[in-house]
């Protein structure tokens, strides 16, 4: 129980600083990835807007049209950006006929002519006016007469960035795995008080129970010898029978303790037959009720086991719903291997369980019907001792309520 109540609080923990960590990483990158292509973008404007290339008297093609006031569309100060003067820019112009009048590349051992005007051409045919295309960022202008693709590397930008991300990913692991041990210690730092407090719950349960055993078999014996002394006495009798409850209470706190704290003997069950035969005994208890006990149990289920716990788990459950049930209903038994478990099923026609109710029915001395008292002998435990036993078995138990019906289901892993 607490080491599941541990590991929650190390997930929990780990989930926040990983969504933290994430989320962060999340926003940065998204955040800079959209400037740096807005400024990607207003580079590439501004180099298609300064580029032309009109035809002169002598037939020659000047590439650039030198900037006269009120021509550009962008901050002046844009241009003189040292970002802006060491980007490496490539333009292609081609006419409307698809006849390329001028490719400029600087770098021609970086990409060619051949593969710029390729590009050139996909772009011009997807009909898209700016994006990416492997490393190269692109813009695409009409000019006067002619259609303008201006690119500009981002190699150097992509590869900064990916070294920027692969640093983060390392040291953000490193940071991870670092937390994660802060979250253990963390974890049973907050854990080990209860897990202590709970402990001594059940020692004192134990002691308790231990040192009330004595005095109540001393009250008992005591009681029958007066009995015999003076015969029939109500005062007695009231003696005796609370004698008598209180035994039962000191019983059902040994069991509990002894389930809990100690590791049982296991050893191979038939897990039907031993069903079968707990459920037999419980057919005259159901019928003195009004109810019919059904069973359906499935052949050779076997488990790693006790005999005696196993036989003790069938005979809680089977006498909560046969209490619970109401009158003139029946009692259902099942016992079906399932995906690697041996699942046991009682189920009884009774009021629904609360959510909040279910949530504690498991515990020790609760009871659904608070204005009940134990006079029916039964004090809250039952169901707390099935628990126990189910957890020693590695399983586990769950209540259920839908169409009117009550199931407690158990589930433990069956051979």
Known sequence: MFKKSRRKIVAAIMSI????????????YTFSYAEMRSQTEQMLKAHAEMYDIPQSADGMKPPLKPFHSGEHRFDRDF??????????FYTVAVSYDGETLEIKNEQQGVHSDDELKELTLEIINSGKESGTKDNLAFYKMEKYGYILVAFADNTVINESAMTLFRYTLVFGGVALILFFFLSVFLARKIVNPLEESYQRQKQFISDAGHELKTPVSVVSANAELLGREIGDNTWLQNIQYENERMGILVSQLLELARTENITPQMERIDFSRLAAGEAL??????????LVLNTDIQGDVIIDGNTDQMKQLVSILLDNAIRHSKSQGEVYLSLTREHGFAKLSVINKGDEIEPKQRQRIFERFYRTDTARNSEDKHYGLGLAIAKAIASSHKGHIDVLCYDGLVEFRVKIPAQ
């Open 17 to 28: 600083l990983v969504l933290l960590w994430v989320g962060t990483l999340g926003v940065i």
């Open 281 to 290: 005994p419980f057919e005259s208890v159901a019928f003195e009720k009004g």
């Open 79 to 88: 241009e003189d950006s040292p970002r802006f003067q060491l980007t490496t």
